[in-house]
């Protein structure tokens, strides 16, 4: 994991990723010329996919089609997933997302508002607050990189404590999460992008506070929640179509600005779901 | 919590600590003269206990009674619930336990036994080992402070790795075992010994393994688990009338060996479950 991103990038191999893709040819039953589908593809403008038995065949074309690479994706079952399985909210319980305009981010921070929750998010600049206050509906929202003391920012903001916490970022923020954590509150683990490209990930201090206020924290991934599919379209799929669930995304046009695209996930450039688009969409 | 117990210690109120007595007058209907019970009183031979409805009643005298201070007190409660309540062991799990020769330590490591599980234990002296192999009937242990590389010492143990881990002393061994967890490992927190008396936390560095390996960590205390002792004791009392459950004390005389043997839980000191005896046992 050590410096992951510090060397060059070698394309021996196509990088991999989740992306939406036409059938041109198939010699597997359930999949025909013209299909779409979703699911791990390649970045290149022609894959052979080998192992088409994962890749999940796209019903709803009504909507856009690259949600199928966010909200209709990983990014959703992640969120749905995270949320209402590994986080179980409850009514007027206190919500913390960290990365919160982020593809999965701002998913939460709208089930929370579903599930009749108190959210506020963190993001890394002014026009990322003012979208999660604005647009993706965010009780409060703010900028970590203003915050010198992020206790005292997640006091001011959580003056009664944190009972569920989303998280994505790790290292410091994970620390002062842990500090302002209720009684059996909930944190859900589904990433740390502050880690990756540390030579030696920062030690976090107060794990005390998981045995003081008996925390329940769980690690997860997307992938442990395939079966959860087709709830979740059933939930999420009205929602889209009344337009009561907003989706932000951040499209790049070709191939060639992949590369500038992933990086920029690491300093925070991207507004939303970056998506690199190859075709027509 | 910082340097609780570097400053003197002035007795302005008694102690209090989980203790066994016995009634010597009560106005509440369910205690009267001569009953015995468990549950928080006070260092002192003689007391006022104005909330005897969170003592329990001890029916069972055919035990020594001091194991209402343990095995059948608080820290078989923290055992049984932290184990299978929390852990939810499978047969042929891979289980440690630190500090494992301890009041509750040991007992962990005899239902992970009963559970069909592998266990392995680690305690601070020679002795403390020899009893976890011998009498108390762990797999294997060792002495934590003859290992420099902690990793290296799970590695040797646990080769496949640790599906569930008792913790209760935190900082480097913790470290060490979120290296070694497996996919969905579980792990149950009930105390960090390591870290109370220092002036700042030992930081945790291998956080992102709680993402990687999708793990379970539940800081729990027995005061959540009242409701448990009726199932507990129906499950403990047979084992320990036909002597299938070892259970090792360390028993000192007199209210003022008290002090000294409080402070020698932080060196490791006792062997065992640590009783101070005030009266005929």
Redesign the interface.
Same mark, same amino acid.
């Given at each position: %994991?050590k410096k992951r991103l510090g060397k060059q990038l070698t394309f021996v191999k196509p990088i991999r990723g989740y992306g939406v893709a036409k059938v041109l040819d198939s010699s597997h039953p359930e999949f025909k010329e013209g299909d779409l589908v979703w699911g791990l593809t390649k970045w290149e403008e022609y894959s052979l996919l080998p192992n088409p038995e994962n890749l999940i065949k796209i019903h709803h074309t009504d909507v856009p089609l690259s949600y199928y690479t966010g909200i209709l994706g990983m990014a959703g079952k992640t969120a749905y997933a995270g949320f209402f399985e590994v986080c179980r909210p409850k009514k007027g319980e206190y919500v913390f997302v960290s990365a919160a305009s982020g593809a999965v981010g701002q998913l939460v921070g709208q089930f929370a508002k579903l599930a009749g929750c108190y959210v506020v998010g963190s993001a890394g600049s002014k026009e990322k607050v003012d979208l999660l206050k604005s647009k993706i509906g965010f009780d409060e929202a703010f900028n970590y990189k203003e915050e010198h003391d992020l206790d005292a920012a997640l006091k001011r903001y959580f003056p009664q404590g944190i009972d569920v916490y989303f998280e994505h970022v790790?290292g410091k923020l $994970?620390d002062a999460v842990l500090l302002n954590m209720r009684e059996h509150g909930r944190m859900a683990?589904?990433? %740390?992008i502050s880690?990756y490209n540390l030579p030696?990930?920062? @030690?976090? #201090?107060?794990? %005390?506070?998981?045995?003081? #206020?008996? $925390?329940?924290?769980? @690690?997860?991934?997307h992938r442990?929640y395939d079966h959860i599919v087709p709830e979740y379209y059933e939930f999420v799929l009205p929602y889209i179509r009344q337009g009561k669930l907003e989706y932000v995304e951040d499209i790049v046009e070709g191939l060639e600005n992949g590369p500038a695209a992933l990086v920029g996930l690491f300093t925070g450039r991207n507004v939303g779901k970056q998506v690199v688009a190859l075709a027509g969409h």
């Amino acid at each position: %994991m050590k410096k992951r991103l510090g060397k060059q990038l070698t394309f021996v191999k196509p990088i991999r990723g989740y992306g939406v893709a036409k059938v041109l040819d198939s010699s597997h039953p359930e999949f025909k010329e013209g299909d779409l589908v979703w699911g791990l593809t390649k970045w290149e403008e022609y894959s052979l996919l080998p192992n088409p038995e994962n890749l999940i065949k796209i019903h709803h074309t009504d909507v856009p089609l690259s949600y199928y690479t966010g909200i209709l994706g990983m990014a959703g079952k992640t969120a749905y997933a995270g949320f209402f399985e590994v986080c179980r909210p409850k009514k007027g319980e206190y919500v913390f997302v960290s990365a919160a305009s982020g593809a999965v981010g701002q998913l939460v921070g709208q089930f929370a508002k579903l599930a009749g929750c108190y959210v506020v998010g963190s993001a890394g600049s002014k026009e990322k607050v003012d979208l999660l206050k604005s647009k993706i509906g965010f009780d409060e929202a703010f900028n970590y990189k203003e915050e010198h003391d992020l206790d005292a920012a997640l006091k001011r903001y959580f003056p009664q404590g944190i009972d569920v916490y989303f998280e994505h970022v790790g290292g410091k923020l $994970l620390d002062a999460v842990l500090l302002n954590m209720r009684e059996h509150g909930r944190m859900a683990m589904c990433g %740390m992008i502050s880690q990756y490209n540390l030579p030696e990930p920062q @030690g976090i #201090k107060n794990v %005390m506070q998981i045995v003081l #206020k008996r $925390l329940h924290i769980h @690690g997860f991934t997307h992938r442990d929640y395939d079966h959860i599919v087709p709830e979740y379209y059933e939930f999420v799929l009205p929602y889209i179509r009344q337009g009561k669930l907003e989706y932000v995304e951040d499209i790049v046009e070709g191939l060639e600005n992949g590369p500038a695209a992933l990086v920029g996930l690491f300093t925070g450039r991207n507004v939303g779901k970056q998506v690199v688009a190859l075709a027509g969409h």
